[in-house]
């Protein structure tokens, strides 16, 4: 049963950079490559990017390029940062497996982790 | 980008009934169309991949169907532990987005 874990700050202060790590049972498989989503509070999912192991990555252009993704597969772990914080960026942000082989979906996610912008 | 419209955005329904939630896509993406259900305080689990395919270790009451635009996902019989929300997700092109959401209650 693959497990992830996100991790980092619940507090981020406004126009500062979010930083958050999801720690991955198993990583070093070209089947599968990982993403990171989030989820304001009481509203719906928005996928935020996905890395392969190999290091390409795909962002949402909606973030307008403050956004980057980063994996350590020696580590097991891919991290997310997201710069110049507003209070729009408060929500519920998960880690997740992206399947390569079955329509890409997302069959493991992590629990979530809530990060608050606010100074 | 692709967008995902779902409907309804919330209905409620008693133990027993035969459910059925909508998606649609602003542009065709084949059956690259996957269904999510989130309980409260919790994480999305997957449910249906690929339009039609039940993911391991969902109940069979669960259904996906459809291609194109337009997809639906069923639920045979409502059980009480299906309150919860429905997400649809397009995986055919980045950004991926995700319809809305369903809210189901359980009368």
């Known amino acids: 049963q693959l497990q992830l874990q996100e991790s980092g700050p619940g507090l981020v202060r406004p126009s500062e950079t979010l930083s958050l790590t999801c720690t991955v049972s198993?990583?070093?498989?070209?089947?599968?490559?990982w993403g990171w989503i989030r989820q304001p509070p009481g509203r719906g999912l928005e996928w935020i990017g996905s890395?392969?192991?190999?290091?390409?990555?795909y962002y949402s252009p909606s973030l307008k390029g403050r956004v980057s993704i980063s994996v350590d597969t020696s580590k097991k772990k891919f991290s997310l940062n997201l710069r110049s914080v507003t209070a729009a960026d408060t929500a519920l942000y998960y880690c997740?497996?992206?399947?390569?082989?079955?329509?890409?979906?997302?069959?493991?996610w992590g629990q979530g982790t809530l990060v608050t912008v606010s100074s | 980008d692709i967008q995902m419209t779902q409907s309804p955005s919330s209905l409620s329904a008693s133990v027993g009934d035969r459910v059925t939630i909508t998606c649609r896509a602003s542009?065709?993406?084949?059956?690259?169309l996957n269904w999510y259900q989130q309980r409260p305080g919790k994480a999305p689990n997957l449910l249906i991949y690929?339009?039609?395919s039940l993911h391991s270790g969902v109940p069979s009451r669960f259904s996906g169907s459809g291609s194109g635009t337009d997809f639906t996902l069923t639920i045979s019989s409502l059980q009480p532990e299906d309150s919860a929300t429905y997400y649809c997700?397009?995986?055919?092109?980045?950004?991926?987005?995700f319809g809305q959401g369903t809210k189901l209650e359980i009368k």
């Open positions: 890395i392969f192991s190999t290091g390409s990555t």
């Open positions: 690929a339009a039609s």
């Open positions: 997700h397009q995986s055919m092109s980045t950004p991926y987005t």
């Open positions: 997740a497996r992206h399947r390569h082989d079955y329509n890409y979906d997302l069959d493991y």
């Open positions: 198993s990583i070093n498989n070209d089947n599968y490559y």
């Open positions: 542009q065709t993406i084949n059956n690259y």
